[in-house]
Nanobody, 128 residues
């Protein structure tokens, strides 16, 4: 079974950038769709972005234009580049393999990101 480990979180000032990594072991990520989720204190986990095995990407409205998801199958890693960070981006960020290998149109027409194998999370804090 694939195991996922997130890294790259930390403290950054508003307007700053961070790059999160989601690295897999135990299996190749080549055939998996991978999603990034986040959870604010006291709130439910929400989908942020995802990429399918073919490279089709989806972004939630709250991060569109600021975050970029990418994958490097040679490194068995998926990245989330986060720019123009805002205090409301403060959360624990998780990556997960997704149920289904859906094209982005699935999500842009109302489909939900459903994770089924999760990393342990990495804290992102945006504060001055």
């Amino acid at each position: 079974q694939v195991q996922l480990v997130e890294s790259g979180g930390g403290l950054v000032q508003p307007g700053g950038s961070l790059r999160l990594s989601c690295t897999a072991s135990g299996a190749t990520l080549d055939y998996y769709a991978i999603g990034w989720f986040r959870q604010h204190p006291g709130k439910e986990r929400e989908g942020v972005s995802c990429v399918n095995s073919g490279g089709s990407t989806y972004y939630a409205d709250r991060v569109k234009g600021r975050f970029t998801i990418s994958r490097d199958n040679s490194k068995n890693t998926v990245y989330l580049q986060m720019n123009s960070l805002k205090p409301e981006d403060t959360a624990i960020y998780y990556c997960a393999t997704l149920e289904g290998d859906n094209d982005s149109s699935y999500y842009y027409t109302g489909g939900s990101m459903a994770g089924n194998n999760w990393g342990q999370g990495t804290q992102v804090t945006v504060s001055s």
